[in-house]
């Protein structure tokens, strides 16, 4: 990892030496999978034990402090803030065809569900209301039971994920993105900062990485896109690294969305995706989002089986990178448009972790 922020020293337990503090860390991964709850055991996430935790070679992901911001100490928006006027008419350049790309997911109980989370919908009374007034007018109103920022098509705002750096329960020392502390702001009806609210609307420059054209097939389970393969994809797409600005987004096409709807089973069960190497490059980069044809974008189970959803605690919680997931990019592969302006507005849930909704890619 380059990540170079400074040690954490004043969140250290006073009592913890190095070695304690590292299986500190450990035991906050755990904590992570029991947040996965019904994933437990699944992915390759079983919890580290105590002596495992022993053996981990510094340094580990939990022992920097990530915090301030480098968009300031009391920032709640992350790497939105790169949506300046001057990246809105930059992005506009590649406007050239007029074409409009749906690259999210239609939302129904059918879809994939990560753990637990559900999707119901009804229409009470059906119609639900009228007739009103002469001209006899009736209504349908929907009644949708979810985790609405979390199921299908979905949009990590930066409440959404943390690290956990103390004894477990210890909200004090639950850090999210710019070091905020889930005793200070988390809460049953609605976080009361990093809301995906303060997210700034997305109009910028998407750059998608077609990943079974470098392998031939739909990837697997398991395994990691790495540097290489981007570059490789790259060069079949005739792009370049340099083709790449600071608060651009990246996509990745897996072809685990092949599986949407008709094995289910096997979407949940894992997935291909970013690695830790993958992220710090989007880290040097200096992107605004990553995204991808899966649940999480990053690769489930790591290949680092003490790991479990390190991209996301790197790239979100210590770097307010945002992660668009369960996208789809088969229409825009089918016409080779591998550059597009992508364009979403995360859904202003006060105090929610993330956002449903219907990104577009424009060509
Ligand atoms: C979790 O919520 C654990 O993951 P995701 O952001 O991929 O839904």
Known sequence: ???????????????????????????????????????????????????????????????????????????????????????????????????????????????????????????????????????????????VTTEIGQVGTQFDGLGHIGIQLGADGDKRQMHFYNGHAASDFSDPYGLKKLGVENCKPFFTRGHLIDMVAVKGRMMEAGEEIGVADVRAALQKQNMSEAD???????????????????NNDKYNSGEPGM????????????????????????????????????????????HGIYNHENLVFDELIADKKYQFVYIFTPVPIVGGTGSPGSPIAVT
Not at 251 to 257: A, I, K, L, N, P
Not at 306 to 314: E, G, K, R, W, Y
């Open 244 to 262: 790449f600005k600071a608060g651009d987004a990246i996509f990745f096409h897996t072809g685990w969305s092949s599986l949407w709807g008709k």
């Open 1 to 143: 990892m380059t990540d170079s922020n400074k040690p954490l020293d004043d969140e250290a337990p006073a009592s913890t030496d190095r070695r304690g503090f590292l299986k500190a860390a450990g035991l906050a991964g755990a904590g992570t999978v029991a947040v996965a709850g019904a994933t437990h055991g699944k992915f390759g996430l079983a919890p580290i034990t105590a002596a495992q935790a022993d053996t981990l070679s510094p340094p580990r992901l939990s022992e920097q402090k990530w915090w301030p911001s480098k968009w300031g100490a009391d920032d709640q928006a992350g790497a939105s803030n790169h949506m300046t006027p001057a990246k809105v008419l930059d992005a506009i350049k590649w406007i050239k065809d007029g074409k409009v790309y749906k690259i999210g997911h239609n939302y129904e109980s059918t879809m994939p569900l990560f753990g637990k989370r559900v999707f119901t919908l009804r229409i009470p009374g059906s119609p639900t209301g009228g007739p009103f007034g002469d001209n006899r007018m009736v209504y349908h109103d929907e009644f």
């Open 275 to 318: 690695g830790l190497e993958l992220a710090d490059w989007v880290i040097q980069k200096d992107l605004c989002l990553t995204g991808g044809d899966t649940w999480a974008v990053e690769v489930v189970p790591n290949p680092d089986k003490t790991l479990a959803f390190a991209v996301h605690s790197t790239l979100q919680t210590k």
